[in-house]
């Protein structure tokens, strides 16, 4: 059974998921839409979804990390 090397995993995970909520919170926020307009609730919880889903999609394996990366 491998072992795997989960510090590099989580920060190269965290990396992806913490881009991935970024690009869903811009995606959110219109352009020209002045800031007391948008709902920010909506934004974060939408963002943070998206940034969970990330991290659960990033179990079945990273391209930042090239198969061998994660043996010991």
């Given at each position: ?42 934004v974060a919880s939408v963002a943070v979804v998206a ?22």
């Amino acid at each position: 059974m491998e072992k795997r090397d989960w510090k590099r995993w989580f920060c190269a995970a965290g990396i992806r998921a913490l881009k991935t909520v970024a690009q869903t919170a811009l995606g959110f926020i219109t352009v020209g839409m002045a800031m007391n307009e948008v709902d920010w609730k909506n934004v974060a919880s939408v963002a943070v979804v998206a940034g969970i889903y990330s991290l659960i999609t990033s179990l079945a394996g990273l391209p930042e990390l090239e198969e061998g990366d994660l043996d010991e």
